[in-house]
């Protein structure tokens, strides 16, 4: 099942916005030459949610990091799993 158009170029920096950089999959052929990213993906997980540690308490620190890091309008998608039950939530920002 596919969500987006967006393909991962490359990893993304350990303190940078996200854990993937995208490109939109008509670019795929010129991955190599991909200076400006297309959009970002996080990925995160929570073993078991409590209080403290939830995916709406994730999801909000996801966001304030995406907004701070992200002022050109680059399009951000955050995945996040509880594992225990399990449960995602998957969001454009």
Known sequence: ME?????????GRQDGVA???????TNEAN?????????HLEVTGILKEK???TLKGRLKIKR????KHTKDGT????IITEFSIPKAKIVKV
């Not at 969500?3 to 990893?11: H, K």
């Not at 854990?19 to 999959?25: G, S």
Request: charged share 25%; no cysteine.
């Open 3 to 11: 969500y987006t158009d967006f393909v991962i170029a490359e990893r």
């Open 19 to 25: 854990d993937y950089i995208l490109t939109k999959k």
């Open 31 to 39: 991955l190599l030459n991909f200076n400006t990213p297309q959009a």
């Open 51 to 53: 209080v403290g540690n």
């Open 64 to 67: 304030q990091k995406a907004k």
């Open 75 to 78: 399009e951000v998608l955050i």
